[in-house]
């Protein structure tokens, strides 16, 4: 059974930065592809980042591209995503995901397993 579990959100003012990790239980973490989606109150959950098991392979949302870097540790079996230039538009429950499949895949029915999320709210 796979296990997530997202750490690192808080309250930041725009303009900041913050850094989530993703702690993962499986033993084989460095076959899956893992993303990172957001979810604000009354939205739809949206995807934000993806990385594939090289971790070279990487694909952003048009509105995190060039502020937002995920990337990973196959040895610590961990997926982190750096959150700079943060707006209020940021404000989100970002939640990690596993993809089993291996391809970088966006939509969120493509990912198997979830975390049980962590808040980020950005302040103006």
């Known amino acids: 059974q796979v296990q997530l579990v997202e750490s690192g959100g808080g309250l930041v003012q725009a303009g900041g930065s913050l850094r989530l990790s993703c702690a993962a239980s499986m033993r084989t973490f460095s076959r899956y592809t893992m993303g990172w989606f957001r979810q604000a109150p009354g939205k739809e959950r949206e995807f934000v980042a993806a990385?594939?098991?090289?971790?070279?392979?990487?694909t952003y949302a048009a509105s995190v591209k060039g502020r937002f870097t995920i990337s990973r540790d196959n040895a610590q079996n961990t997926v982190y995503l750096q959150m700079n230039s943060l707006t209020p538009e940021d404000t989100a429950g970002y939640y990690c995901a596993a993809d089993c499949s291996g391809y970088l895949r966006r939509r969120v029915v493509d990912y198997d397993s979830w975390g049980q999320g962590t808040q980020v709210t950005v302040s103006s």
């Open positions: 990385i594939r098991r090289s971790a070279i392979e990487t």
